[in-house]
């Protein structure tokens, strides 16, 4: 790690030399320890962090991301709240291609906007955390769901084309598979707990929302979202681990049904939820985690309970293939 590090103060300081570098982060694994190298690298005064909150984020996600960023010694994070432009954008859509459409073009929208209010000079430096397996899903030929992704990941957006171009792109970490960057991240202090996160998807809650998109549909999601994930660290295998490390990736994804259930003595027809949890070692195939059958009807009491809105929940079985890991 060491010697990485080493190369790519070698490689990075005299190009970039004092211009500024702008960072866009989305406060996954890859960008946070992206930009821990960059600030380890280069003056902390001339690294800009720039991240979208979207509103369809996780509970506390932005506060954990400023934080994060704070103790690695960030000075410049720009914080862009858009919530009301994407649940706008998103209003009246269920087609789940299409929500990814307009996420994926408001995204870029957005970042073009808030790049030209930042006022860098034009000699500036973009840089992004993109990883090894991003480059190669990007090039896959006919791989439609890839194109998807990447356009998430920002490797093919206008502007990073326009850097590109330029020769002003900064990707540390383009020869690095996500373990590596795990352990390039321990070195550099960032927090275990961002390291061990499951994987998110670009679109974030709006691909686990089935249905409408609406700040109603979030806050429901979140709630059920942060006391699955709550249970799951604190839960242990018999062998002493969290189920949270023992599961690949695990979340919560609403449904547009309702159910009939009973509060009192009064019928009442309320949200049905699923829960998804699976093993894998890349994301390309998966397979359930197979609970304790204790831990789910415990984790399901409480959700229905603190989650009044919510009166229904299932657990969904089915590996990948046939289905994917996320429902749309
Ligand atoms: P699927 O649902 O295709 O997901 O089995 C495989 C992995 O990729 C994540 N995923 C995404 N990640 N942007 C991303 O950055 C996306 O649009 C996207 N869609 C799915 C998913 O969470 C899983 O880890």
């Not at 229905?304 to 996320?326: C, F, L, Q, W």
Request: hydrophobic fraction near 40%.
């Amino acid at each position: 790690m060491e010697k990485f590090i080493d190369e790519q103060t070698r490689v990075i300081k005299p190009r970039v030399w004092e211009k500024p570098v702008l960072l866009l982060i989305s406060g996954g694994v890859d960008s946070t320890v992206a930009s821990a190298l960059l600030l380890k690298i280069l003056n902390s005064e001339q690294v800009h962090l720039m991240y979208m909150d979207t509103g369809l984020m996780r509970k506390n996600e932005t506060e954990a991301v400023r934080a994060n960023l704070e103790k690695l010694g960030a000075k410049n994070i720009h914080i862009i709240m858009c919530e009301d432009e994407f649940l706008s954008a998103l209003k009246g859509v269920t087609d789940p291609e299409k929500k990814r459409r307009i996420i994926g073009d408001m995204y870029m929208k957005i970042q073009e906007r808030e790049v030209i209010r930042l006022k860098l000079p034009d000699d500036y430096f973009l840089a992004q955390g993109s990883i090894r397996p991003d480059f190669l899903e990007s090039g896959q030929q006919g791989s439609k769901n890839a194109n998807i992704i990447k356009s998430h990941h920002n490797v093919a957006s206008p502007l990073v084309i326009a850097k590109r171009e330029a020769g002003r792109i900064i990707e540390p970490l383009e020869k690095l598979y996500k373990n590596e960057v795990r352990d390039l991240g321990r070195f550099l202090g960032v927090d275990e707990a961002v390291l061990s996160r499951h994987p998110f998807p670009g679109p974030g809650l709006a691909v686990r929302i089935v249905g409408e998109v609406t700040k109603a549909n979030c806050d429901i999601l979140r709630e059920v979202d942060s006391i699955f994930i709550e249970e799951l660290k604190r839960r242990r295998t018999p062998s002493g681990s969290s189920l949270y490390d023992d599961i690949w990736q695990a979340f919560a994804i609403l449904l547009p049904v309702r159910s009939v259930g009973v509060a009192g003595d009064v019928r009442k027809y309320s949200r049905v939820i699923a829960l998804r949890a699976i093993i894998s070692s890349d994301g390309m195939t998966a397979g359930v985690y197979p609970f304790e059958t204790r831990d789910l009807l415990e984790i399901s009491t409480r959700i229905t309970n603190s989650v009044k809105e919510v009166g229904r929940v299932t657990y969904d079985i089915t590996s990948k293939p046939p289905a994917t890991i996320e429902w749309e």
